[in-house]
């Protein structure tokens, strides 16, 4: 079947967001004006703007002769567009964290653990232009923790027994009415010696038959790494981990 094209597809990374100083789990204190999607919780991260230890990237990309968006040459820290979108095609999309070490005083970025966000909205916005997460864009390392209530305040859990991330498990949240927003925890932690840079939250998205002239949607992602406290675990300092990093994401300003 000819593939047919429509109009434009626009998914938002906006990256670098703002660094906290203070405790090792301490709240945001300090912010530049000029980075927005990814945060700091601790002492030791790169405030210089234009240089933050703590960035979010993904695969540049460009469109083949069959309408897929494929892998191209280099990364990027801007987002980018999916112009003249084509009925059943895919796109590659592969947001990751990385913790460099961008200190020009000769220090390093502390060990640390990473919280990522996304929006039900941009989610459940995207499903109903036919564009969903690919059957194929399975994620390892990345646990989607949920919270229960009570009087002390939150409990943060996650899926011990689940190997990863996959898209049914993505797509299943497009049409979860109670939840506004999904947190994400990445299962190891970023230190720049040995292990830097996460794995993908997501890596392929998926274009249905779309009829509608004009495709207008945003897919915003925002990340948040705390500080790692020596010795800690994600099952004990979860609470701990999240809790430090929801009140950032929820106060990230959409890119």
């Not at 590659?92 to 961008?102: G, I, M, S, V």
């Not at 220090?107 to 969903?132: C, F, G, H, R, Y």
């Not at 299943?172 to 939250?201: E, G, M, R």
Request: aromatic share 8%; with cysteine; glycine share 8%.
């Amino acid at each position: 079947m000819t593939k047919k094209r429509i109009a434009t597809l626009a998914t938002c990374l906006a990256l670098v967001g703002a660094v906290a100083v203070g405790g090792t789990l301490a709240l945001l204190t300090s912010q530049t004006e000029d980075l927005k999607n990814t945060f700091a919780v601790g002492d030791g991260y790169d405030v210089t703007p234009g240089k933050p230890d703590f960035i979010l990237q993904e695969d540049i990309v460009k469109q083949g002769t069959n309408g897929d968006y494929v892998k191209d040459t280099g990364l990027t820290p801007d987002g980018q567009n999916y112009d003249n979108l084509v009925s059943n095609s895919t796109l590659h999309k592969n947001p990751f964290f990385t913790l460099r070490d961008a200190n020009e005083d000769g220090t390093t970025p502390p060990e640390s653990w990473v919280v990522a966000k996304l929006d039900q909205a941009d989610i459940a916005a995207m499903a109903a232009q036919n564009i969903t997460f690919a059957a194929d864009s399975a994620s390892t390392g990345w646990y989607l923790v949920t919270a229960t209530s009570a009087d002390e305040g939150k409990t943060w859990t996650y899926a011990k027994a689940e190997a990863g991330l996959n898209a049914a498990a993505l797509n299943t949240l497009q049409a979860d009415s109670t939840t506004t927003k999904y947190y994400f925890v990445y299962n190891q932690k970023l230190n720049v010696t040995n292990n830097a840079t996460t794995a993908p939250l997501f890596t392929k998205l998926s274009v249905g038959a779309v009829d509608s002239e004009t495709v207008n949607t945003e897919l915003d992602v925002y990340g948040v790494a705390v500080q790692a406290i020596e010795g800690s675990t994600l099952e004990a300092n979860l609470n701990q981990i999240v809790g430090a990093a929801a009140p950032l994401l929820d106060a990230a300003v959409k890119g």
